[in-house]
């Protein structure tokens, strides 16, 4: 395992490709764009590069191993209850607490798997954002904290983008995690 800190995700092109991938059901209806096609405005090929670095992408690691590596890049925080640890392999994210799978981006995508309060819980913290916006895949959310939720990610999102694109993939991601 590679560890890694909260400061090495803390940038734009980490960010770009974590929302790129991490929100399969992240659509909004109304406008008819899902969370990967307005992340797509933003990707480069040097965001490309970043992330392909950042996981240990190389050609045909799909094929040798399913995109799982035996020494992923791993962040692991210690919060007041419990310990996370994130997994980032080519092939996908694996998301632990105390050493127990509880989500995964990747071909077998378990989403959805924990509180949206859980998450926002996580604000309070040192790094409060950042978790916030690693674990909110996993959250699931009922149909009334939708406009709540969707400001409160608008905020955290504002530190990288821009208010508008801010505003348009809360809208994605809060359709996404109230399905």
Known sequence: MEKISIKDVDCLNFWINYFGCCYP???DELNDVSVSELMAELYTEEAGTWWAQFTKYYEGVLDE?????DAPATLEEQLPDK???????PGGILYYFNNEQI???GPHWELQTISY???EQLLTLKNGRQLFLLLLPLAYIKKEEIPSVREKVTEQMKNYFSENLCESVSRCITAGLAN
């Open 65 to 69: 191993s399913d995109g799982y590596l």
């Open 83 to 89: 310990s996370l640890k994130i997994e980032f392999h």
């Open 25 to 27: 059901n992240g659509y």
């Open 117 to 119: 309060k859980e998450v």
């Open 103 to 105: 989500g995964n981006i």
